[in-house]
Each structure stands twice: as structure tokens, then as C-alpha cells.
């Protein structure tokens, strides 16, 4: 599998590089965004699959976050791919909350998104196996996200906790099945089978979970999209009923920008560097 670079800029000691290929699983071009610390240079290093959300791409955490300062003190990779397929022939929707940019992090079953949006494939799959191909990283993996991409971070983690050593997000969807923004796009990425949603929603994945995988989540009380949209309550709840580690911190005063995820950033990544270090 090859890779073309595009960009490339040292930060921090260590270098923050962007790069294209061609995505069997989602049959289009893709790129993505890869920080390796001063330590790589040297040794192999963790690494930590940020995935971002609605109308978002490789970007948006890189530039935004203020990871990086941390991530090179903790000898940390950050990976962010694209947030969906792109291109002329990929399907898309005239709205934000549907179509390229948001690609929930699913594998489509529907016409005509079934093509090219295999998001979950290529973040389980496909990506870490270019990742450990082509750069100094071990196979040490942790998860995070934001929005669309917290729902992400939480549901890959929580199915397949053998992958990984660790998630955190912020303001993540939590129960798609029951808001908005999940049940328009599950609607047309998976069918009307609500059955098949419950697959893509960390509240349904939690009740299941057999693991104890830690989770840190960071909501602002501010955030517009808190009582329709994101709702962390619901996965507080099960985790109750479950005893699982699920930390939740409720942020005063936060929105659901990226000021407030520079705000904590720093945070997470300790929380992570914490797992990886076993």
C-alpha cells in the first residue's frame, strides 16, 4: 500500500505530516494526518486515532487542538483521518449532518452509500495497517474523539477492547439511536432496521460489554447540543448499572469548539500515555 506525502512540518521536535492513498475499503482517495514526536526519530512509539466530527477533516485537530506540545513530551503519535469518503463519485447530501464530512464511523448497507462509506473498516482496519507499515509505531493504540467522532472513538473501542488500551472524547454522541443527528444518518447509511443501529450506539454497546476498557469524557455544560443531540447522561446510567469505568467530567461553562477541547487536551493525552505505559 503506498502513500504519498503532502505536507510536512517539523513542530515541537518532531514532525507533523499529512499524506494521500487510495482507500480499498473506501474505494476513493483518502488522507490523513500523522504527528510523530522527537521519539520516533529513535524508537518505535504509541499511537493515539483521533477522530473528528461533522464537517470536519484531517485538519481541523491538528491545527486547533494544541496536541502536539504534549504529545512530543509524552513520546505520543497522533493519527486523524479524513472524517468520511470524498470525491466526485462519492455520494453526498446538500446537508452538513449527512454525506461526505459525515460519515459516522459506520459501514453503510444502503444505497448509495454502501460504495464508498465503510468508515468503521478503514478505522479498524485499513489505516492501522498502513499506519504500522510506513511509520515507527508500535501496536499500542488508544482511541479519541469529539462529536461525531467521540461516537466513534467510543463505539470501535467498546467492540473491540482487544485493539486498544484506552478512549476518551469530548462531547460525544453517545445514544445516536435517540437523537437527531444519529437517526437521520443511521436512517440512511444502515436502513429502517433500528435492530441494526444498535450496533453504532455506545449506550446499546456498553449494556453488552464483557471489558472493563477505561473511558474519559469531557462534556461542556454550554454546549448547544448537550440535551438534543449528546445527552451524556444515558451512558452515565448504564455505566452505573454496569460498574463501568467511565469517567465523565461536566466542563462549566464550555461550548462544543475547539477552544474547549484545547482547554483539556492535554488531559487526555496523559490519560492515554497513562494505559500505554501499562
Keep these: 500500500m503506498t502513500i504519498e506525502n503532502i505536507s510536512s512540518n517539523k513542530c515541537f521536535g518532531g514532525w507533523h505530516k499529512q499524506y494521500q492513498h487510495q ?3 473506501l474505494n476513493c482517495a483518502m488522507r490523513f494526518a500523522i504527528y510523530l514526536p522527537p521519539q520516533a526519530s529513535e524508537q518505535k512509539v504509541p499511537v493515539l486515532y483521533w477522530l473528528s466530527g461533522l464537517t470536519c477533516t484531517d485538519e481541523n485537530f491538528m491545527q486547533k487542538a494544541g496536541a502536539m506540545r504534549i504529545a512530543a513530551e509524552l513520546g505520543m503519535a497522533i493519527v486523524a483521518p479524513d472524517t468520511s469518503p470524498r470525491g466526485m463519485e462519492v455520494a453526498d447530501d446538500a446537508s452538513y ?12 448497507t444502503q444505497v448509495p452509500w454502501q460504495a464508498h462509506y465503510q468508515m468503521y473498516d478503514y478505522v479498524v482496519k485499513e489505516l492501522p495497517e498502513l499506519i504500522e507499515a510506513h511509520f515507527p509505531v508500535t501496536q499500542a493504540r488508544a482511541l479519541a474523539g469529539h462529536s461525531m467522532g467521540g461516537h466513534g472513538a467510543l463505539t470501535i473501542g467498546l467492540k473491540h477492547p482487544e485493539r486498544y488500551t484506552s478512549i476518551s472524547a469530548f462531547s460525544p454522541i453517545v445514544n445516536p439511536i435517540n437523537c437527531p443527528w444519529g437517526q437521520k444518518a443511521f436512517s440512511q447509511y444502515l436502513g429502517k432496521n433500528r435492530d441494526e443501529w444498535s450496533a453504532y450506539d455506545a449506550c446499546e454497546l456498553m449494556k453488552q460489554a464483557s471489558c472493563d476498557l477505561p473511558i474519559f469524557i469531557d462534556q461542556g455544560s454550554s454546549d448547544n447540543f448537550l440535551e438534543e443531540q449528546l445527552r451524556p447522561e444515558a451512558l452515565v446510567a448504564v455505566a452505573k448499572e454496569k460498574a463501568y469505568p467511565l469517567i465523565l467530567r461536566m466542563q462549566e461553562g464550555y461550548d462544543h469548539s475547539y477552544y474547549f477541547i484545547a482547554s483539556f487536551i492535554e488531559d487526555h493525552l496523559r490519560f492515554h500515555a497513562k494505559y500505554f505505559q501499562g
Excluded: E, I, K
Design 97 to 108: 449532518d449527512l454525506g461526505q464530512g459525515a460519515g459516522f464511523y459506520l459501514n453503510a
Design 23 to 25: 482507500s480499498g475499503v
